[in-house]
């Protein structure tokens, strides 16, 4: 891992967990990445809209936003909803999910493993996706790809051991993927809207555990079906064999 240094055409992902790694908790059986994607053209932007929304918002709020605290779906009225989502809307900032349910096939080793590997392909797609737009420009010599974990004491070690080495495979290209860690105590605007993005992502899927995948959450359809691609993916990890 290596301390955080933007420089221009670095494509920086932004990335929370949610749930528990070896699936034990059968009252949120799932493990879950979630995150947003940003490039230092906008990096100012974004930020400042978030930080806007969370000083009018939540003023009472002095620390990092919470996502299970303060941005509870079916918790906050519909205005303080509808800001929180709007600050997301940036039509530069990429949104991407993976999850791993009690009903994967896999071994409970390996389910950091392929929460790794799975989430290397999002990101990928959130990549060519940036490239599609002209948001990001991978075949610069000066392209960077740079992915921020929250800081997890008790995933640090797996990420660091699995997610090391691998590589973004973009338009013929393989670009590295460099890492870092960072605290949520900070207040990051880009690793609270993180968090926001897998905390819907998990509550989306036990929403759809009770009432079936054919619908979805309102939050989750904002973040993830009300904008085309190439910016959101999403992947619900299905019947993989361990």
Known sequence: MVDLVIEANTLVFYIDDSGDERLSDQSHPIFAFGGVACTPDFHVEVA?????????TFPQVRGPLHAKTHLREGKLDDAKREAVLAATS??????????????????QDRIMLVGCLNLANRLAHVA????????WRPALPTRRALAV?????RLAGHIEHHF??????????????????????????FLEMADLVVNTVGRNAKYQFRHGRADCTPNFRRLFRDVGPPLANYLEITHVIG
């Open 48 to 56: 400042r809209t978030w930080q806007a929304m969370k000083s009018n």
């Open 128 to 135: 060519e996706g940036m490239a599609a737009l002209g948001l």
């Open 90 to 107: 940036h039509y530069a900032l990429g949104r991407f999910g993976t999850i791993i349910t009690s009903d994967t096939m896999i071994a």
């Open 149 to 153: 974990f929250e800081h997890s004491a």
């Open 164 to 189: 090391t080495n691998l590589a973004l495979q973009v338009g013929g290209l393989t670009i590295p993927i460099e890492g870092c860690f960072m605290p949520k105590s900070i207040a990051n605007p």
